[in-house]
């Protein structure tokens, strides 16, 4: 035991002496030669360095070994809050099972932390990020079911909302009673001329819900910096000491057994007069200084940052070992995987895919269809001008037929933060009714409910084709329609996210197995492409899909090649029968026989034309396996 520990402890030295510069190079960047709040800082790692118990000590020497463990073309994961999956913790401890049967290796725990009473933003107004919240259970629990997923080899992933707090944490409290140490941690004003400059260049990111990015406080006589809700006070960065108090409580955290942080809104998180306050420089800054502390103490343990915004902007965040993100969510994916069933047209993917700029080795996407919030339609706007539509248009095209609104339109959302001035919104609802199985079940139509499931089946296998995690949204895997229930309740019914955040239907889940239903087929159909990923180190991730043009503007082509091994992706984005000429993926230099990983059928793509059915897809490769 001793000699681990010395082990334990020469690894941690050596991790310090070699991170130790680059920790105080980003922070002298910032805060400039600010020795006091840097030594706090170094104090605070060390603590948490000796806080941290053996088990996680001796799976982080592990992780050193194999720096890259989560580009594995094994890992999948899936997003829940607990307790509309499984009530609470210990229900969540028993219900692991499921997620497992399904391939899953990676949760996301949406907000565990205490929140406000009240309305609490579905847990993103956090009023202490060292308890869990007590509706969930405690933290011995919490790192009890940790523990069990360490030993299951699963990964845990918990959200870190560190641009604000709810207005009620300890530090906000200690501001509202007028200590002047705590009112630095935000951004507080005695009148509203800053706020005023502020407001010249900022948009608004709750519209309808919370407009403008201030509160004003007649009880204090202040105004704060709410980007957000009104009951969630933004952090001050600037100020190094509230920065200080966020490592300290962030390595506490992880000091459970926490894999993967997500940083929430992390493209907020420094602000400056005269600019849109949206993915400054600074924030990256933030974020190195957070990941190399994070180095020093626990290496392996790794950042996903959300920034819901154009791919430029999110390349920015992916960093290395010691800096920025190691997970970035694929918004240009995701709005390419929505925009293609839409349009019928997967063109736009393709350009998307030729024109993002490959990301760094040793980092990889998070994948996603939908997550917990309103879906965004983040176009880059010079992609679709090549298309030939006016991206103001289109985008209002997508968010109408979304919405359902459009003629012709399969779907069922809602508006989501719906700006009477831009016209822009975003959308809401689950997977399911938005591919349109609520309509045609409303219709009762067979041949609608099939092309619905064939949709959402597309959308999963396009996504599992592509190098990055596949993130898969609690419910929709066995294609959870919405739910309407929250405009009953006064405390969401002005959030129309709440409709795809329904509760876990496990009668729902019974049917998994029963592929004469929309959930069995859904789950089955999931499961397999699942399952023959894992099987395939093709689909890890740095291994990038590389569009081809299939001269169908319904059909994607993608395809990778991996030493003697190679993948191509064919899939079909209309309802309607498809033929293209397999010269097109001879062009690419593929000739030849070719098995259909997912049905084992053989295709010659020497001789005919491919012909493919309403949402049809392949996953080709020329391997033996
Ligand atoms: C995140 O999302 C969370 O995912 C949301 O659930 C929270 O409500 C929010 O932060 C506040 O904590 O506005 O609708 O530009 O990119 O950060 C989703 C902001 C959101 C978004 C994103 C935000």
Request: overall charge negative; glycine content about 6%; hydrophobic content about 35%.
């Amino acid at each position: 035991m001793a000699n681990k520990k010395n082990v334990f402890e020469k690894a941690f030295n050596d991790r310090f002496d070699e991170d130790y510069k680059i920790l105080s190079d980003f922070y002298c960047s910032l805060y400039g030669n600010k020795k006091k709040t840097f030594n706090e800082l170094i104090k605070i790692i060390k603590g948490a360095y000796k806080d941290r118990k053996d088990a996680l000590k001796s799976s982080d020497v592990e992780r050193t070994k194999e720096q890259d463990w989560f580009l594995s073309e094994k890992m999948i994961a899936a997003t829940l809050y607990v307790d509309l999956f499984a009530d609470n913790i210990k229900g969540l401890k028993e219900k692991i099972n499921y997620l497992k049967d399904l391939g899953v290796n990676y949760i996301h725990f949406l907000p565990v932390l205490k929140t406000r009473e009240g309305k609490d933003d579905g847990g993103y107004a956090v009023s202490s990020f060292v308890e869990i919240n007590p509706k969930l259970g405690t933290m011995a629990e919490f790192e009890d079911l940790l523990d069990k997923m360490r030993e299951e080899g699963m990964v845990a992933c918990v959200d870190f909302v560190m641009n604000h707090t709810a207005k009620e944490h300890e530090w906000a409290k200690r501001a509202w009673n007028g200590e002047k140490e705590y009112q630095d941690m935000y951004y507080m004003y005695d009148s509203y001329d800053i706020p005023a400059e502020f407001e010249k260049a900022l948009p608004e990111i709750f519209p309808d819900l919370a407009p403008g990015n201030f509160s004003y406080y007649d009880e204090i006589g202040k105004w704060v910096f709410t980007t957000f809700n009104e009951y969630q006070w933004d952090l001050n960065y600037k100020n190094p000491a509230t920065l200080n108090r966020i490592v300290k409580d962030l390595l506490f955290l992880i000091n459970k057994g926490v894999d993967v942080i997500r940083l929430d809104a992390v493209r907020h998180i420094w602000k400056e007069i005269g600019t849109d306050c949206s993915s400054l420089p600074q924030c990256n800054t933030i974020v190195s200084i957070l990941k190399t502390a994070v180095d020093m103490v626990c290496p392996g343990v790794i950042f996903i940052g959300e920034a819901i915004t154009n791919s430029k902007y999110v390349i920015e965040y992916f960093g290395t070992r010691y800096s920025g993100c190691q997970m970035m969510y694929n918004v240009s994916l995701m709005t390419s995987l929505w925009n293609s069933l839409a349009t019928r047209d997967a063109r736009y993917m393709a350009l998307c895919l030729e024109n993002t700029p490959e990301i760094p080795k040793g980092v990889c996407w998070n994948n996603y269809i939908r997550c917990h919030d309103d879906i965004a339609y983040v176009l880059e706007p010079d992609e679709v001008k090549k298309l030939g539509f006016d991206p103001f248009w289109h985008e209002q095209f997508l968010i109408s037929f979304y919405k359902g609104d459009f003629p012709g339109s399969f779907s069922k959302g809602a508006y989501y933060a719906y700006n009477e001035t831009t016209k822009n919104a975003r959308i809401s609802g689950t997977l399911a009714s938005l591919c349109g199985l609520e309509r045609a079940l409303h219709e009762d139509s067979k041949a609608d409910i099939e092309l619905s499931i064939r949709r959402i089946n597309l959308l999963y296998a396009v996504m599992l084709a592509f190098d990055g995690i596949p993130l898969i949204y609690s419910g929709d895997e066995i294609a959870t329609l919405n739910d309407y229930s929250y405009k009953g309740n006064s405390e969401k019914s002005n959030d129309s996210r709440w409709l795809h955040r329904t509760k876990f239907d496990w009668n729902r889940a019974e049917n998994k197995h029963n592929m004469t239903t929309p959930e069995g087929a859904v789950f089955q159909h999931l499961k397999k492409l699942i399952n023959v990923r894992k099987q395939y180190p093709f689909f890890r991730s740095g291994l990038h899909l590389k569009p081809f043009d299939t001269v169908s503007s319904h059909v994607f082509g993608g395809f990778k090649k991996d030493g003697d091994s190679s993948f191509i992706l064919v899939a079909n984005f209309s309802e309607h029968y498809v033929e293209i000429d397999q010269q097109s993926i001879r062009n690419t230099g593929f000739c030849g026989s070719f098995r259909d990983i997912l049905s084992d059928l053989e295709l010659n793509l020497d001789i005919g034309r491919l012909h493919l059915k309403p949402y049809q897809f392949l996953w080709l490769a020329n391997t033996n396996k």
